[in-house]
């Protein structure tokens, strides 16, 4: 019954930008922990960015300062903005909760950047 759907992803130009929502029916979503990860072709799945319950994030060093992202708890939505993105940044990217230990998955949206 816990549902994660993303949205936003597409195509875009080397340079670009895209904003990815995750709408979470998570009641306990104010309080956990929420994440994007990221699998390109080929790629182990990565943590690409996390917000804690306090808003303190964490970002991988491949995309810090490009990424930003940032939680609306009144809308139990999770967002990720990218910017200045490259043909790196092409894959699924995946909306992550973790409650009590489990983890919840949405069902990946996918983000192409090519020119």
């Known amino acids: 019954q816990v549902q994660l759907v993303e949205s936003g992803g597409g195509l875009v130009q080397p340079g670009g930008s895209l904003r990815l929502s995750c709408a979470a029916s998570?009641?306990?979503?104010?309080?956990?922990?929420a994440a994007w990860y990221r699998q390109a072709p080929g790629k182990l799945r990565e943590l690409v960015a996390s917000i804690s319950r306090r808003g303190t994030t964490n970002y991988a060093d491949s995309v810090k300062s490009r990424f930003t992202i940032s939680r609306d708890n009144a809308q139990n939505t999770l967002y990720l903005q990218m910017n200045s993105l490259n043909t790196e940044d092409t894959a699924v990217y995946y909306c992550?909760?973790?409650?009590?230990?489990?983890?919840?998955w949405g069902q990946g949206t996918q983000v192409t950047v090519s020119s």
């Open positions: 998570l009641i306990t979503f104010s309080i956990n922990e």
């Open positions: 992550n909760i973790r409650r009590n230990f489990v983890n919840y």
